[in-house]
């Protein structure tokens, strides 16, 4: 272990990180109060902090096919999308086919260009350009289109924030995952994503590949597969041990899986504990332009359980 992984298992070092940004912190406070989180806003936080480890989110609770149809914007929907809707709780995804036209995906390859050109936006963890939304008007804007962020606050019931965006130029190439152990809250259940297609996909290009219903496999957390953690330090195993762990789960419950081959503009909605991951680039010159974006309930506890952090939101 060099000694910059072993700063990252210092908890006392994420704590004066997270008292440098304080201010991005205090999203946090009134969900703290109003679910019993008494600790200061940037100590470490898991899900070891919370009783209940099932989602809450209307649609996990009951069946989309149930109660969907009695919400009162559910009739506002077109007859695909009040499909989809129905058919939620049991698949944990959705498409949304041309959602984005050719315009405003040549207006966000280009403004990724711009940013990286610029040196605004850099590749993290080998493939990763993150934070857009944070960089560009534009593509916070893309982060904000009304009929997207009605259609994710109805499979929700919430208000949304969005969190992140992630654009890849290239495959992911990413081992099989869910998103909640990366961005968690409590309640469970509150977290989901948008992955937006920014060219035609390829098979040789590295697809996103998912597990329909795999969204009701129960909700990792470090202590599953990560027991060595200490009070002022994180536990020794690898991310690869919960790739591991959770690859086991899928194995063992038989899940079909299914590859992504979008079109330019076409959208994947995915629910908070989908397991997906990105099929092995087997092209090296085919790219695989893509921007997923994260959302957040607003009025929930926000976390990274894989890291045990307070998620850090800039206020407005």
């Not at 990724?112 to 944070?134: C, I, P, S, Y």
């Not at 893309?142 to 009929?147: A, L, M």
């Amino acid at each position: 272990m060099d000694w910059k992984q072993y700063l990252k298992r210092l908890r006392p070092v994420q704590w004066l990180y997270n008292l440098w940004h304080y201010r991005e912190l205090r999203h946090n406070a009134d969900a703290y109060r109003r679910h019993g989180v008494h600790k200061p806003l940037f100590t470490s936080i898991s899900g070891k902090d919370f009783p209940d480890k099932t989602s809450q989110a209307w649609l996990d609770r009951t069946n989309s096919r149930t109660v969907a149809p009695a919400h009162p914007a559910f009739n506002e929907f077109t007859a695909g999308i009040q499909q989809q809707i129905l058919d939620w709780s049991d698949r944990g995804y959705m498409i949304l086919p041309r959602f984005f036209d050719d315009t405003t995906i040549d207006a966000i390859n280009a403004e990724v260009q711009r940013l990286q050109t610029t040196g605004k936006l850099h590749f993290e963890n080998r493939n990763k350009l993150m934070f857009a939304n944070r960089q560009s008007p534009l593509i916070r804007s893309v982060t904000e289109e009304p009929r997207l962020i009605s259609i994710l606050s109805f499979l929700l019931d919430k208000k949304l924030v969005p969190f992140q965006t992630i654009n890849f130029i290239t495959g992911s190439g990413q081992r099989a995952h869910s998103d909640s152990i990366h961005m968690t809250t409590y309640p469970l259940g509150y977290l989901i994503a948008a992955w937006i297609a920014l060219e035609d996909v390829t098979e040789d290009s590295g697809p996103l590949f998912y597990f329909p219903g795999s969204h009701h496999l129960p909700f990792l957390f470090n202590s599953d597969y990560n027991q060595q953690s200490t009070l002022l330090t994180l536990g020794r195993k690898k991310y690869s041990d919960y790739e591991d762990y959770l690859q086991e789960l899928v194995t063992e419950k038989n899940f079909d899986k299914e590859v992504f081959l979008p079109k330019k503009g076409d959208v994947l909605v995915w629910h908070a504990n989908l397991v997906h991951g990105g099929s092995p680039v087997t092209n090296p010159d085919a790219t695989r332009k893509s921007m997923v974006i994260h959302y957040y309930a607003d009025d929930v506890v926000k976390y990274h359980e894989i890291t045990e952090r307070p998620s850090l939101l800039k206020p407005d």
